[in-house]
């Protein structure tokens, strides 16, 4: 086996990826957990206020509907990254001036909290279209039924109008889940230590650039994959009572 | 009296709908509601449990009067809403829960509105889709199933709240030729068996055969009605008699 990676000239990448010092991988795969930690919450954050963002714009009035147009327009607008340094210091600047004004003092914002919510407010404007559109494309019968039958508004939403709609939103969703995990890249930007910059650091103590980026690179793919294949369990369930599209195929 | 209707008048923008229709059905009623395209019926059924927001009228569902604000929308929510679990609705599109199978839509509204043990709920549904002739098809999803089964179905998912009064959308227009009978051989059980029933149909020979009371109804307003013998064998309104001839 060394025969083998030293004949390869890989040895040497293989030390420098080794999980406990002096090889980094303990800190790439720290940095990995740290991304999937702010991916997460902020896929379940953005879906949380795509949620509200959606019936708002559907059943809500006038001036809730034009402050959510605002929303989702100023968001998709700005690129990520200049939203990610705007959310990210008027966040923590706001949240001190408000601890400072009642007298707390200036408060360590802790990364993943910020990376949370700075990411959560972006995926939330594109959840809330996503989440719209398949609400929308709820037949409206089966939402009548509900209501003729006497079933309360949240109720409706929890046993109908979700599960009806998952079908249609699972594609959408499935993508905004994975620009949540590579836009967990940009928050190295506000010195959060994710994947990329952990990357970064290990390339640049080593000089070992190719060998770390590859090696980020095939953890971001592994996600992908994984998540792929979570997706289409998800979608296969959201889709039971669908018949299949494929010709002769029930 | 299962159910009264006073005076209902329903516009949508300057369209006036109906033009105070009343009527009323005592227990074991079956009232079909006939009429042509644009008459009406299908919108006073569905004023009924308030799909449709009456303009103004009064409703009175087994003797209680649903409260109306001024502009016709129920007044309480809660009220409405158990009101509407006492009316079982059949639609002209079924609308069955396509996520569901046909046992899970059967219990839907016992388990989780009126919270009924799931248990029962589950023992009921399988007596009622056996009624129905579906039991065989308890755990199917209602996308594979033809019209007339979807339809079945969907009047077991009405009679799993076991309702003071049915309210039936034209349940057989959206159905194939050949399936149409199934559907009417469920519906005239539930008549033989006493059930209130409010039908809104097409089917003109059925209605002379189920039916105790017809309401014609021309326009947004009633233009005759009475027992069935009557109102199909010798029509007095002009109208009535061109539209009979009409659907023949």
């Known amino acids: ?45 953005g879906l949380l206020i795509g949620l509200f963002g959606a019936y708002g714009k559907l059943y809500g009035g006038p001036i809730l509907r034009d402050l959510l147009a605002i929303y989702t327009t100023v968001i998709r607008a700005v690129p990520e990254l200049v939203l990610i340094l705007i959310l990210y210091y008027v966040g923590s600047d706001l949240i001190n001036q408000a601890s400072v004004a009642m007298g707390y003092g200036r408060v360590e914002i802790s990364g993943v909290v910020a990376g949370i919510w700075v990411l959560g407010v972006v995926q939330g404007a594109y959840s809330t279209e996503v989440l719209r559109g398949a609400i929308q494309a709820i037949p409206p019968g089966q939402l009548e039924a509900a209501r003729a039958f006497g079933m309360p508004p949240l109720m409706t939403l929890r046993r109908v109008t979700i599960p009806a709609m998952m079908s249609f939103a699972t594609p959408g969703l499935a993508n905004l889940w994975l620009i949540a995990t590579k836009d967990t890249a940009l928050l190295a930007i506000v010195g959060f230590s994710e994947l990329t910059l952990e990357t970064r650091q290990a390339a640049g103590s080593t000089r070992a650039y190719f060998t770390f980026f590859l090696a980020a690179g095939a953890l971001y793919l592994i996600v992908t994959l994984f998540s792929g294949a979570i997706f289409a369990r998800i979608e296969k369930w959201a889709r039971r009572g669908q018949p299949s599209l494929k010709e002769g195929n029930r | 009296m299962a159910i009264v209707v006073e005076n209902l008048h329903k516009s949508f923008g300057a369209l006036e709908v109906l033009k105070g229709v009343s009527l009323s059905a005592r227990k074991g009623d079956v009232v079909a509601i006939i009429g042509g395209s644009g008459s009406g019926k299908s919108t006073m059924l569905r004023c009924i449990n308030f799909l449709e927001t009456p303009s103004s009228g009064k409703i009175v569902v087994a003797g209680e009067e649903i409260a109306m604000r001024a502009d016709g929308s129920p007044a309480d929510r809660r009220q409405i809403e158990r009101i509407r679990t006492r009316l079982g609705m059949v639609f002209q599109a079924f ?111 059925f209605a002379r055969e189920v039916a105790n009371h017809v309401v014609y109804l021309f326009e947004g307003q009633i233009e005759e009605q009475g027992p069935p013998d009557q109102l199909f064998g010798a029509p007095k309104s002009a109208r009535l008699k061109q539209f009979l001839q009409t659907v023949g």
Not at chain 1, 11 to 25: A, K, N, Y
């Open chain 1, 1 to 45: 086996m060394e025969s083998l990676l030293d004949t390869l000239g890989l040895s040497q990448s293989v030390q420098l990826l080794s999980l406990s010092p002096p090889g980094w991988g303990g800190n790439l795969l720290r940095g990995l957990a740290n991304s999937l930690q702010i991916a997460l919450g902020a896929f379940g954050f």
């Open chain 2, 95 to 205: 609308n069955l829960w396509t996520h569901r199978t046909l046992l899970e839509n059967v219990i839907e509204v016992p388990v989780y509105v009126l919270k009924t043990p799931r248990a029962e709920a589950i023992a009921r549904a399988r007596v009622l889709l056996d009624r129905v002739g579906l039991a065989d098809k308890a755990d199917t999803f209602p996308a594979f199933l033809s019209g007339g089964q979807q339809q079945r179905a969907a009047i077991a998912r009405a009679l799993a709240v076991d309702p003071s009064v049915m309210l039936f959308d034209e349940p057989t227009s959206a159905l194939d030729p050949e399936l149409v009978g199934e559907v009417l051989t469920v519906i005239r059980d539930l008549a033989a068996e006493g059930r209130t029933m409010l039908l809104v149909t097409h089917e003109m020979k």
